[in-house]
């Protein structure tokens, strides 16, 4: 398969994973002490990174990953800021909407995107458009 649709597979992870920790994060608005909690971008870049650049010497680039993230696919953190933005815990309803609107349009794009690759490949296999 394609490195790009392998990206594209990470990203549609990435995505999912996005999704639940906000959809947490809203449910538990109202609950006293809730710690907000996020999905950390960086694993992710790192791994897709480490797969397409090639380098003659492994001090060239830096280590980007450390055993503990190519364990786990991603990395959830709690947001340890002191500010109660909702008057009981960390958790903002406009940011958590702002980022759920922003990680469906990432989401919706990388699915266009691998179906756009598939139906490509499936007018190759049928024989292109015939006239």
Do not use: C, P, W
């Not at 609950?31 to 650049?53: A, C, G, I, P």
């Not at 060239?60 to 503990?68: A, I, S, V």
């Amino acid at each position: 398969m394609s490195e790009t649709v392998k990206l594209l597979q990470n990203l549609l992870d990435y995505s999912a994973a996005k999704s639940m920790v906000i959809s947490k994060n809203i449910a538990n608005i109202g609950t006293e002490n809730y710690k907000r909690e996020d999905v950390v971008f960086k694993n992710m870049l790192d791994e897709n990174v480490n797969s397409l650049l090639k380098t003659s010497d492994e001090k060239h680039l830096g280590t980007f990953q450390t055993n503990e993230s190519r364990n786990s696919k991603f990395e959830y953190v709690y947001d340890e800021s002191k500010e109660m933005e909702s008057g009981i815990n960390n958790v903002n309803i406009e940011k958590e909407m702002t980022e759920l609107a922003e990680n469906m349009m990432r989401f919706k794009f990388a699915s266009k995107k691998i179906g756009d690759h598939f139906k490509t490949i499936q007018n190759v296999i049928k024989g292109g458009s015939r006239i």
